[in-house]
């Protein structure tokens, strides 16, 4: 049974056990909050979501009152303005007003509501009560108890959904404070949401510390490449620099939350990056055009034939990198050597955090791509090699050194004729590459990544390639081109278009379809 | 346009009447100083009026610190993106936020004054009066935090005199 009321003078039919805050916000209609959370108990203590209620005398909190039939409800009347006039007077009466050294300046909700409700001059003249400053509450989360509006959302959350309890509120009345439980830190790895609900700067991020200005910030949606949950993020950046990564809400995935590992992702994005093709000459990696990197690989694939060449793939890559990929070793190269390994699982937890640490090894498989190898099974491909059947080894994606050792690759790179490594970022054991290709990161292009649940997910270009890196899929479409098969592709959404005509699961999608949300393709559709 | 009459069609005796102009003011500046407009810049220091916008310099506080604290509202409402600062945590907790580098180009800069204008703590001044940089190299003309303090000046403007006024 839905209940029938009014806000604002619209009729609004709401669930039976919706609150009136809730009701209105999914009528689009925003009461101003901050300790309500829609993924948190209701605490209602910050007094900020105030409303007028047909035929009570006082101002009811909206986010802990439940709807009844026939409501009428009025969230802009002037008592209600009055109402919030005088929370917000409250709760900026200790408040330190350090805008301008705040991280949280620019997207906090003091200074947004005040620019609407705010009282402009103020009545203080008292002494404003001093609280601690810089309180380290573990590695990642600074605090500050001159800004707390002590809304308890982190506090909730450590109890509620990270499950860890390690914040509480101590004292009364104007020393109240929020701390850490005698010797606990706040460290779990979810810890770093608690920055992200904080609706005022009392928590900032240690990493994202000072280091620039939140409006200065661009957005925009992806999908976090950390592990097979394939959580929903938006990458803030600015100049081709990517400065943190924020959960977005996707209720199917990760509802409001991101683990801190893949908050501290993006720093490959950054950092370690190969920014141009390189071919080994002289003893070592020399910078050379695309156009030489690829004559050299495409020499070595053409002299060996396609039974000679070896692929070892990690589920990095897109739906549009591996199709063409599975393309390519299929009907260009013809091999039947072809792994696809994730590398060593890591941990996971009954949340969010999952064990296989590929945004894509499902995709892969749904591409047409080889289920994935353990460590052991790499055997009969490092068995090949040492025997001399693979002349070409083609890793893309993946750390041979650690999946091989550092000696083995270190032996190939003088046995192999050609070892041709493609990645975004340089880690050890590549400086053995004879061809080194850059390819472009998560952040650099537009894809599409299945996550274990198979909900296909879109990720964007938040920028151009660093350097002359390149989509993965292009790379394939070159290296195809170079070896006598045009491919017709030009961007990735018409590499999907290819991969919805030929795979029935992926049928009919366009990126319009999969939306910001993503679209789940686990069944026949 | 007005249509030219008879006599401005002529030509010629305007041309005189102009030569006269400028041989006037020519024998003004020759014999005599007076109603000079000409100024012997650079043997004689240029006037500049106090609200003049001159090259940018970053104010102390009292204990020699800077008093920037890294807010960027300067660099924010730069419309010229010549201000770049690189903020970081102070060791004491009550400042917490300092300038690490706090460079203007002053080659980008349009002199418009918005980063006075826009600074909270009245960190930054345009009063220097100092309208003439030069530098051999472009790179000079990237002002760095301790040049635009006065560490590296001559003391009259480390002093917040303005040389010229």
Same mark, same amino acid.
């Given at each position: 049974m839905a209940k029938k009321l009014t806000i604002d003078g619209k009729e609004i039919t709401a669930r039976d056990d919706a609150t009136i805050i809730q009701a209105a916000h999914e009528a689009g209609i925003a009461i101003p909050h901050y300790c309500y959370h829609p993924k948190l108990s209701i605490a209602g203590n910050c007094r900020m979501c105030l409303v007028e209620l047909e035929g009570r005398p006082k101002l009811e909190i909206s986010c802990n009152t439940p709807v009844v039939d026939n409501m009428v409800v009025l969230t802009n009347s002037p008592r209600v303005i009055e109402g919030r006039r005088g929370v917000?007077?409250?709760?900026?009466?200790?408040?330190?007003?350090?805008?301008?050294?705040?991280?949280?300046?620019?997207?906090?909700g003091l200074q947004d509501y005040y620019m609407q409700y705010g009282l402009y001059h103020s009545r203080f003249q008292e002494e404003k009560v001093h609280g601690r400053k810089v309180v380290d509450f573990g590695p990642d989360v600074v605090f500050d108890s001159e800004r707390c509006i002590l809304c308890t959302r982190c506090v909730r959350f450590c109890k509620e959904i990270s499950q860890t309890d390690?914040?509480?509120?101590?004292?009364?009345?104007?020393?109240?404070?929020? &701390?850490?439980?005698? +010797?606990?830190?706040?460290? *779990?790895?979810?810890?770093?949401?608690?920055?992200? %609900?904080?609706?005022? $700067? @009392?928590?900032?991020?240690?990493?994202?510390?000072?280091?620039?200005?939140?409006?200065?910030?661009?957005?925009?949606?992806?999908?976090?490449?950390?592990?097979?949950?394939?959580?929903?993020?938006?990458?803030?950046?600015?100049?081709?620099?990517?400065?943190?990564?924020?959960?977005?809400?996707n209720d199917a995935?990760?509802?409001?939350?991101?683990?801190? &590992?893949?908050?501290? +992702?993006?720093?490959?994005? *950054?950092?370690?990056?190969?920014?141009?093709?390189? %071919?080994?000459?002289? $003893? @070592?990696?020399?910078?050379?055009?695309?156009?030489?990197?690829?004559?050299?690989?495409?020499?070595?694939?053409?002299?060996?034939?396609?039974?000679a060449v070896g692929l070892v793939i990690a589920p990095q890559g897109t739906n549009e990198d591996h199709y063409l990929l599975a393309k390519l070793a299929s009907e260009v190269l013809a091999t039947p050597h072809l792994v696809l390994y994730p590398g060593v699982l890591g941990d996971e937890d009954d949340f969010l955090i999952r064990a296989d640490k590929?945004?894509?090894t499902r995709g892969a498989q749904d591409m047409g791509l080889p289920a994935p190898v353990t460590t052991t099974q790499l055997a009969a491909m490092a068995q090949a090699i040492d025997q001399g059947t693979i002349k070409v080894l083609y890793a893309i994606g993946a750390n041979l050194a650690a999946a091989f050792g550092p000696e083995t690759v270190l032996r190939w790179a003088t046995q192999l004729d050609c070892l041709i490594v493609q990645t975004s970022n340089m880690v050890s054991g590549h400086e053995q590459a004879h061809v080194l290709l850059p390819s472009a990161t998560y952040a650099e292009r537009d894809g599409t990544f299945?996550?274990?649940?198979?909900?296909?997910?879109?990720?964007?270009?938040?920028f151009a390639p660093r350097g002359e890196a390149l989509p993965a899929w292009q790379i394939y479409t070159r290296l195809a081109s170079s070896l006598g098969h045009d491919w017709p592709y030009v961007s990735a959404e018409g590499v999907l278009h290819d991969i919805a005509a030929a795979t029935p699961r992926y049928a009919g999608l366009s990126y319009a379809k999969i939306g910001d949300l993503g679209y789940p393709v686990t069944h026949e559709s | 346009m007005q249509p030219l009459t008879f006599w401005q069609k002529l030509y010629i005796p305007e041309i005189l009447r102009g030569m006269a102009v400028t041989t006037r003011h020519f024998m003004v500046n020759l014999l005599g100083r007076r109603h000079t407009v000409t100024q012997q810049y650079p043997e004689e220091p240029t006037q500049v009026s106090e609200r003049y916008r001159g090259r940018h310099r970053l104010m102390r506080k009292e204990d020699g610190a800077p008093r920037c604290t890294a807010c960027m509202l300067c660099a924010t409402s730069c419309p010229a993106l010549c201000i770049h600062i690189q903020g970081g945590a102070h060791p004491d907790p009550t400042v917490e936020k300092y300038p690490v580098s706090f460079t203007i180009d002053e080659l980008r800069c349009v002199f418009c004054g918005l980063c006075v204008e826009a600074c909270p703590c009245d960190a930054i001044r345009m009063d220097t009066g100092i309208f003439a940089l030069a530098a051999y190299k472009r790179e000079n003309f990237l002002y760095p935090r301790n040049l635009l303090l006065g560490d590296d000046m001559p003391t009259n403007i480390a002093e917040g005199k303005a040389p010229n006024l």
């Open positions: 917000l007077e409250f709760l900026l009466i200790n408040h330190p007003l350090d805008c301008p050294i705040c991280d949280q300046a620019g997207e906090c390690e914040l509480g509120i101590f004292e009364r009345g104007d020393t109240a404070q929020i &701390a850490t439980f005698p +010797g606990k830190q706040l460290d *779990n790895p979810y810890a770093g949401n608690t920055v992200d %609900i904080c609706p005022v $700067g @009392a928590l900032t991020s240690k990493d994202f510390r000072f280091k620039i200005r939140v409006w200065f910030l661009q957005e925009t949606k992806s999908i976090c490449p950390g592990c097979a949950r394939g959580c929903n993020i938006n990458i803030h950046h600015h100049n081709g620099q990517v400065y943190r990564l924020k959960p977005r809400q995935v990760n509802e409001t939350w991101i683990c801190d &590992a893949g908050r501290f +992702g993006y720093k490959s994005i *950054n950092e370690t990056r190969v920014l141009h093709p390189q %071919i080994q000459q002289d $003893g @070592a990696l020399q910078h050379v055009s695309w156009q030489v990197a690829l004559e050299h690989a495409v020499e070595a694939l053409q002299r060996h034939g396609g039974a590929n945004p894509n299945t996550n274990f649940q198979g909900r296909l997910q879109r990720i964007n270009a938040a | -």
